[in-house]
């Protein structure tokens, strides 16, 4: 007699619990957070010059002083949150962040307000890379994950859509710091929940935290992040320069010193896997696009169309609940299609978004920006959530904090990129087009100037959306050039 022996089925990866999702909502309160810091410091600008009177350096570091210490502070605080636990340095950091903000709003002088930005800016880098670690280490089932990396990226256009009406609202009432206590109650409640709903995690065999990668990091990604916006706002002269080439040079030698570390903060080994760079390149081109255009539909909306910025400020909502569908469309796609038509898709969406910007007209434009913002947006999320996806999940739960912090480095840097080659692209038209105007695209004034920048306008967006279209194709082709049967891809 012959006996059978039956196997019972491996179980899969743990599915997400209720504490799991209700975690997920205390780790979208940061990402809320940071993408409305983002817009209300807009809005509060002309009443904060006015009685700050900040000189135009100042002004340029209140603006961006935040953008270039985030950047910079990225990479230590991800491998700071292996080591230390990322559950407790998201705490410590929303807890600064909260303190911080209360230092900005009561700013008595633009150094003051200069130093509270740059105090964000560190704070503000360790929330996005705990709460994408997190995120890795909470939902390890892939359908789990990839829907609350849906929820984490909607809570930044639910952001994006909530900060025009907040900041509207309080600088009507209020003086212009008080944009900037938003952030207060916000960190109460992730401080209160945290503890509670998170659970704590690192790496048990991290070594201590390199200070001279810590260094090199900063001090690279804030040199090439200074650099690009400076030429990308017209002021490349020879600091600007060698700014530029001193992030690039200090890059190569953190590069390299990773390269010879036992234990290096990321595994720079995951390069040499299509899986891994395909989606993180797409995602920063995607980002260097969305950077580019974001800076050009401002300036239109204003210079061209003449809307004060308080509704340039507004009309930019429709495009944010764009992004908040495709962020909640994307992972439900994910469960019915492959990851790599999806991806390309998504990123063909996108670039027909772009495409019709190049529609727009010198008089009346605000229905195709509409149009077209709706659209990249849509696209532009489910490339962001699958991105995401396959780039965390490409490494081991316990380096998950630096691999974050590596995604969110290269899409700044890439928003970075995206401003200064098609900003001067865009100035270069513009240029051409208005002999003598020196390229001052934020100086169009007259008819003939408004339909030279409408000219760089539509310029960059064709550019956008053709390569974009470009990495459409690259992303389906080579995603699906992986061996059979190694996962969803």
Do not use: C, K, N
């Given at each position: 007699m012959t006996i059978l022996a039956v196997t019972a089925p491996s179980a899969g990866p743990r599915r997400a619990g209720a504490r799991d999702w209700a975690g997920l909502a205390v780790l979208a309160l940061p990402c809320l957070l940071v993408s409305m810091d983002a817009h209300v410091l807009n809005l509060a600008l002309p009443a904060l010059a006015a009685e700050l009177r900040p000189t135009s350096v100042q002004l340029l570091w209140i603006v961006d002083g935040y953008a270039f210490l985030l950047g910079g502070a990225l990479m230590t605080m991800g491998a700071l949150g292996d080591r230390i636990g990322r559950r407790r340095l998201l705490l410590a950091g929303g807890a600064a962040f909260g303190c911080a903000?209360?230092?900005?709003?009561?700013?008595?002088?633009?150094?003051?307000?200069?130093?509270?930005?740059?105090?964000?800016?560190?704070?503000?880098?360790?929330?996005?890379?705990?709460?994408?670690s997190l995120i890795r280490t909470m939902f390890r089932d892939a359908r789990d994950r990839t829907v609350a990396l849906g929820v984490w990226t909607a809570?930044?256009?639910?952001?994006?859509?909530?900060?025009?009406?907040?900041?509207?609202?309080?600088?009507?009432?209020?003086?212009?710091?008080?944009?900037?206590?938003?952030?207060?109650?916000?960190?109460a409640?992730?401080?209160?929940?945290?503890?509670?709903?998170?659970?704590?995690?690192?790496?048990?065999?991290?070594?201590?935290?390199?200070a001279l990668s810590a260094g090199l990091s900063l001090l690279a990604v804030l040199g090439a992040v200074y650099g690009l916006k400076r030429v990308a706002q017209g002021d490349g002269d020879a600091g600007a320069g060698l700014a530029l080439a001193g992030g690039l040079v200090l890059g190569a030698l953190f590069v390299r010193r990773q390269v010879r570390q036992a234990d290096p903060w990321v595994d720079l080994a995951l390069f040499r896997r299509l899986r891994f760079t395909l989606p993180l390149a797409t995602n920063a081109l995607c980002f260097f696009v969305l950077y580019g255009t974001q800076f050009f539909v401002a300036l239109y909306l204003?210079?061209?169309?003449?809307?004060?910025?308080l509704h340039a400020g507004l009309w930019t909502i429709p495009s944010a609940l764009g992004y908040l569908a495709g962020?909640?469309?994307?992972?439900?796609?994910?469960?019915?299609?492959?990851?790599?038509?999806?991806?390309?898709?998504?990123?063909?969406?996108?670039?027909?978004?772009?495409?019709?910007?190049?529609?727009?007209?010198?008089?009346?434009?605000?229905?195709?920006?509409?149009?077209?913002?709706?659209?990249?947006?849509?696209?532009?999320?489910?490339?962001?959530?699958?991105?995401?996806?396959?780039?965390?999940?490409?490494?081991?739960?316990?380096?998950?904090?630096?691999?974050?912090a590596l995604v969110e480095t290269c899409a700044d840097l890439g928003g970075a990129l995206g401003i200064a080659v098609l900003g001067s692209?865009?100035?270069?038209?513009?240029?051409?087009?208005?002999?003598?105007?020196?390229?001052?695209?934020?100086?169009?004034?007259?008819?003939?100037?408004?339909?030279?920048?409408?000219?760089?306008?539509?310029v960059v967006e064709g550019v956008g959306a053709g390569l974009l279209a470009v990495v459409a194709v690259a992303a389906v082709a080579g995603l699906r050039l992986r061996r059979r049967g190694a996962g969803p891809w």
């Open positions: 903000s209360v230092l900005a709003a009561f700013a008595t002088s633009a150094a003051m307000l200069i130093a509270a930005r740059a105090l964000l800016g560190i704070a503000g880098a360790t929330l996005m890379p705990s709460t994408l809570s930044f256009a639910l952001g994006g859509v909530l900060a025009p009406v907040i900041a509207g609202l309080l600088l009507q009432a209020f003086w212009w710091g008080s944009v900037f206590l938003v952030a207060v109650p916000l960190m409640l992730l401080v209160v929940l945290g503890p509670v709903l998170l659970p704590e995690f690192r790496d048990p065999g991290a070594a201590r935290v390199d204003q210079l061209v169309l003449g809307l004060s910025p962020s909640v469309l994307g992972p439900i796609a994910a469960r019915r299609e492959p990851h790599a038509w999806l991806m390309g898709a998504s990123v063909a969406v996108a670039a027909t978004g772009f495409g019709l910007l190049t529609q727009v007209g010198p008089g009346s434009g605000l229905a195709v920006v509409v149009a077209g913002t709706v659209v990249f947006s849509v696209g532009l999320a489910p490339v962001y959530v699958l991105s995401t996806e396959m780039t965390v999940a490409a490494a081991p739960p316990e380096r998950a904090g630096g691999l974050s692209l865009g100035a270069a038209v513009y240029r051409h087009a208005v002999p003598g105007s020196a390229g001052d695209l934020a100086g169009a004034r007259g008819e003939g100037a408004r339909e030279a920048f409408t000219l760089a306008f539509q």
